[in-house]
């Protein structure tokens, strides 16, 4: 991602306002981005890491595993980045083709479909609750194991339960608790990923210095 000299002074502003954290470097640079994008110094206590999220989350980025979204603002947010690096299929569940269900939202529906076709793939829910329910309900039914699930929808109802479900499975993510989110915070997160893991591998996937 490139940088202008005015986004090197709004990070400094963040780090000094931030100051001390329990943060690794690698998490921190995620915290960052998302404050940066939202100019929201709550995003510090809100988000959560589980174990080896990032680790994951980079792997499977370098291996072009594919990335599925629930929204098309997430899809624009984060495909020119993706496709500057590893270029990495990027798939919205809104785009999917699917036959109707009343029970089920478009978006619930539509990453239902994609999880069930790529059940390994990098799900990246930025605004809808139903879908991150939709997809919970798959993982603890194991019918699908993503190599990491970034879940930031906003809401008032259910979305923290959604929420506190993904939290206590055994899959890599990386959320934002309570009510607060949106799909800027997860084309942020996932942004702040791709540079991590293109510093940590995009030498190796593409043999140039």
């Known amino acids: 991602m490139e940088w202008h000299v005015t986004d090197a002074q709004s990070l400094a502003i963040i780090d000094r306002e931030i100051g001390n954290h329990s943060f690794s470097a690698a998490e921190y640079e995620i915290v960052r981005r998302v404050i940066y ?3 929201d110094f709550e995003y510090r206590h809100l988000i959560c890491f589980s174990e080896r999220a990032l680790q994951s989350g980079a792997a499977a980025l370098a291996a072009r595993s594919t990335i599925v979204v629930d929204v098309p603002m997430v899809q624009v947010g984060i495909s020119p980045h993706i496709q500057d690096t590893f270029a990495n299929p990027v798939y919205c ?9 009343k029970e089920k939202t478009r978006a619930a529906w539509g990453i239902e479909t994609l999880a069930r076709r790529y059940p390994e793939g990098i799900f ?3 605004e809808s609750q139903t879908a991150l329910t939709a997809l919970v309900e798959l993982i603890e039914a194991d019918e699908i194991r993503p190599a990491l699930v970034i879940g930031t929808p906003s ?3 259910e979305v923290d339960v959604a929420k506190s479900r993904l939290k206590d499975s055994l899959i890599p993510h990386i959320q934002i608790e309570g009510r607060k989110g949106s799909a800027v915070v997860a084309a942020a997160i996932v942004n702040g990923l ?5 510093q940590a591998y995009g030498q190796d996937s593409n043999g140039v210095t």
């Open 37 to 39: 994008a939202t100019a």
């Open 93 to 101: 569940s809104m785009e999917t083709l699917t036959r109707p269900q």
């Open 124 to 126: 990246v829910v930025g």
């Open 155 to 157: 809401g008032f109802v």
């Open 194 to 198: 791709v540079d991590l893991a293109w």
